[in-house]
């Protein structure tokens, strides 16, 4: 008979410890390492054809063409690898490639100006550079925020649950924390 209620308070305790975990959602789907080699190579072979295309063009035009293809490869190697890591700091990292890249092409598209025209087309792409950086560490720093909430909501849940099980005892509290403890990462 002893036994018998021991098995039921078991139950009992892994039916309260089960109620207590939240449905997983989904992760970010990342690439295979194979498909990320094939698309870094296939991402190489592009820049190298249209580095070869610029030489077909003369003076600034020629610096605007491989500035171009310089940026293309850039922001699409990273790309590739925020599509095969998933990592906030990688999404980040794509917006300031960008932002980088642009500006180095718009800089280079000023060459073809002189004086004054020179000088605030230079600014121009300057100032939209640092507008969006501005916006890739703004994003960075929502994103940063939006981890820390939910850190913290992950700590709530883990002391509700753990309350939860100080109302079983013995074994059934032990297997009901252990639970708890797994589910929220508190070994």
Same mark, same amino acid.
């Given at each position: 008979?002893?036994?018998?209620?021991?098995?039921?308070?078991?139950?009992?305790?892994?039916?309260?410890?089960?109620?207590? &975990?939240? &449905?997983?959602?989904?992760?970010?789907?990342?690439?295979?390492?194979?498909?990320?080699?094939?698309?870094?190579?296939?991402?190489?072979?592009?820049?190298?054809?249209?580095?070869? /295309?610029?030489?077909?063009?003369?003076?600034?035009?020629?610096?605007?063409?491989?500035?171009?293809?310089?940026?293309?490869?850039?922001?699409?190697?990273?790309?590739?690898?925020?599509?095969?890591?998933?990592?906030?700091?990688?999404?980040?990292?794509?917006?300031?490639?960008?932002?980088?890249?642009?500006?180095?092409?718009?800089?280079?598209?000023?060459?073809?100006?002189?004086?004054?025209?020179?000088?605030?087309?230079?600014?121009?792409?300057?100032?939209?550079?640092?507008?969006? &950086?501005?916006?890739?560490?703004?994003?960075?720093?929502?994103?940063?925020?939006?981890?820390?909430?939910?850190?913290?909501?992950?700590?709530?849940?883990?002391?509700?649950?753990?309350?939860?099980?100080?109302? &079983?005892?013995?074994? /059934?509290?032990?297997?009901?924390?252990?639970?708890?403890?797994?589910?929220?990462?508190?070994?």
């Amino acid at each position: 008979k002893k036994s018998s209620m021991s098995k039921i308070k078991l139950i009992q305790a892994a039916s309260v410890c089960a109620s207590l &975990l939240p &449905l997983t959602g989904a992760y970010a789907q990342t690439m295979n390492k194979a498909d990320f080699k094939a698309n870094k190579t296939r991402i190489s072979a592009d820049y190298k054809t249209d580095k070869a /295309a610029c030489k077909a063009q003369t003076g600034n035009a020629r610096d605007i063409c491989q500035e171009e293809a310089k940026a293309k490869e850039k922001v699409a190697l990273a790309e590739l690898e925020y599509s095969y890591t998933g990592k906030a700091a990688d999404r980040n990292k794509v917006a300031v490639v960008k932002a980088k890249t642009a500006y180095e092409v718009a800089k280079e598209r000023c060459d073809d100006l002189a004086g004054n025209g020179k000088n605030v087309c230079v600014q121009e792409a300057k100032a939209a550079e640092k507008k969006a &950086l501005a916006d890739a560490k703004m994003s960075q720093e929502i994103g940063d925020a939006k981890k820390d909430a939910a850190s913290e909501k992950t700590e709530a849940d883990y002391k509700v649950a753990h309350e939860k099980c100080d109302a &079983l005892a013995g074994e /059934a509290k032990a297997s009901c924390v252990t639970a708890a403890k797994g589910k929220f990462g508190k070994h």
